[in-house]
């Protein structure tokens, strides 16, 4: 009679790191709670206030309900909703041969040197760092209220926005054309002109495309702080209580804003 033995466990070593990973996630845990527990006594953030301020909520909406429908209201906000989008339509194209140039010396693959590389991302950092509507607010004082003033902040913060977008996508491009064009002795200017840009193209299209997309949003709220457009518009109207009026140009705008999605996700599958 033949008795089978189990076979013996071996026991899995112990590994050291896990209590150290274990001590690491339980600080990581308790400082974001902590750092959660300052942002909410900071920010006053107190749910109980939507609940005693609702019937003042309330009324804001009854005020705003039916939307002002008249003629003058009409043309008023579809010339508004114009003009916003022709903001942000040229803060966007205007700033693409800066954000291009600044792109090309921010890559590595393309900068000629450390130094104006670094140049480079500083000032795109810079831009990117310094909110649209502080630009808005330095540009209005500068030339004054209307459009041109959010054109021109949108201009520095896309620059600096778009740049970093565009050179990263540069940095991560198949480096075989380029190489083959500097082995037959090209430029470095004849390299980007005819390996790095015509490689990323879609990716800069996509990405020029996305930025409109945002500045056309981001337009709206410089109307806000005097930038012309729409956002005008529903500034003045929330002030003298028209909240009809406001609501009618909210309606504007969300119809442009859906046209120009709808319009950039049909040039984004065509480039595909």
Known sequence: MIHSTAPTRLEVPRDPKTVYRAGSWSVILVVLVALHVLAFQATEFRPEALVTGAKGMANFISEAFPPDLSAEVLQKGIEGA??????????????????????????R?????????????????????????????IFVTAVGLGPFAG???????????????????????????????????????????????????????????????????????????GAGGIGLLINKAIKTFQ??????????????????????????????
């Not at 989008?85 to 700033?95: D, E, R």
């Not at 393309?110 to 502080?134: E, H, K």
């Not at 009026?245 to 599958?269: H, Q």
């Open 82 to 107: 114009l003009t916003t989008l022709w903001i942000g339509l040229l803060g966007t194209t205007v700033s693409v041969p800066f954000a291009l140039l600044l792109a090309v010396f921010a890559a």
């Open 109 to 137: 693959t393309t900068t000629p040197n450390q130094a104006v590389y670094q140049v480079a991302r500083g000032i795109l950092s810079f831009f990117r760092a310094v909110p649209d509507i502080v630009f808005a607010l």
């Open 151 to 225: 054109v021109l902040a949108l201009i520095c913060h896309n620059t600096g926005v778009m740049g970093k977008l565009w050179a990263e996508a540069m940095e991560d491009v198949d480096q075989g054309p380029e190489q083959a064009l500097r082995t037959a002795g090209a430029s470095r200017w004849q390299v980007v002109a005819n390996a790095t840009i015509p490689n990323v193209l879609p990716q800069l299209t996509g990405l020029l495309l996305y930025r409109f997309d945002v500045n056309v949003r981001s337009s709206l709220v410089l109307g806000l702080v």
């Open 243 to 272: 909240f009809d009026e406001m609501l009618t140009y909210l309606i504007i705008i969300l119809i442009v804003i859906i046209a120009v999605d709808l319009a950039s996700a049909w040039i984004r599958k065509r480039l595909q």
